[in-house]
C-alpha cells in the first residue's frame, strides 16, 4: 500500500513538473506564432496551453477538434493566433477599465490601515485630513 502512495506521488510530481515548465525549457513543447509563444500544458481535447507575449504570461487558450478558444470570450476561433489576439485584447481590456475605476482608499479607510503598510503619499494625505467635529463621539 505504501508503495502504491509514493508510486502515485512520484507520478504526480513529475505532471507538475511538465506543467510548469517555462517556454524556454529545452523540455516543453512550443508553438511559436506571431507575437506569441504557446506553451503546452496538458489535455487530450481540449489541448491546454499557456499563451505568453514576450516574457510574460498573459493567460491559457484551448485547442478543440473544430476550433480554438480563450476562456475570455465565447468565440471559437479558426486559429490558435486569433485566440491569442482575442485573449490579450480582453487583457489589455481588463487592465485599462481596472485603472480606470480604481480609486484610492478615503481619509477615513486610510485610518483604519495598519500605519507600517501605509505609502508617503497616504501619509501625506493623513497629515492634511481634519475630521469634522459633528461625527466625533466621545468614548
Same mark, same amino acid.
Given at each position: 500500500?505504501i508503495?502504491?502512495?509514493?508510486l502515485q506521488?512520484t507520478e504526480l #510530481?513529475e505532471?507538475?513538473d511538465? %506543467?510548469l *515548465?517555462?517556454p524556454?525549457d529545452?523540455? @516543453?513543447e =512550443?508553438?511559436?506564432?506571431?507575437g506569441?509563444?504557446l ?7 481540449p ?13 491559457v487558450i484551448?485547442q478543440h477538434?473544430t476550433?480554438w ?6 468565440l471559437?476561433?479558426a #486559429?490558435?493566433?486569433?485566440?491569442? %489576439?482575442? *485573449?490579450?485584447?480582453?487583457?489589455k481590456? @481588463?487592465? =485599462?477599465?481596472?485603472?480606470a475605476t ?5 481619509k477615513?479607510?486610510?485610518l ?15 497629515k492634511r485630513?481634519?475630521p469634522?467635529t459633528?461625527d466625533?463621539?466621545?468614548?
Amino acid at each position: 500500500m505504501i508503495t502504491t502512495l509514493s508510486l502515485q506521488q512520484t507520478e504526480l #510530481e513529475e505532471s507538475f513538473d511538465k %506543467i510548469l *515548465l517555462p517556454p524556454t525549457d529545452p523540455k @516543453a513543447e =512550443v508553438m511559436e506564432i506571431t507575437g506569441y509563444k504557446l506553451v503546452y500544458v496538458n489535455g487530450a481535447c481540449p489541448r491546454n496551453y499557456r499563451v505568453y507575449k514576450a516574457h510574460s504570461m498573459i493567460g491559457v487558450i484551448f485547442q478543440h477538434i473544430t476550433h480554438w478558444s480563450n476562456g475570455v470570450d465565447s468565440l471559437r476561433y479558426a #486559429e490558435s493566433v486569433d485566440a491569442a %489576439i482575442g *485573449l490579450d485584447k480582453f487583457m489589455k481590456v @481588463a487592465r =485599462v477599465s481596472t485603472t480606470a475605476t480604481e480609486q484610492p482608499p478615503t481619509k477615513e479607510e486610510l485610518l483604519d490601515k495598519q500605519f507600517d503598510s501605509l505609502t508617503f503619499e497616504e501619509w501625506e494625505r493623513l497629515k492634511r485630513y481634519v475630521p469634522e467635529t459633528r461625527d466625533l463621539v466621545a468614548a
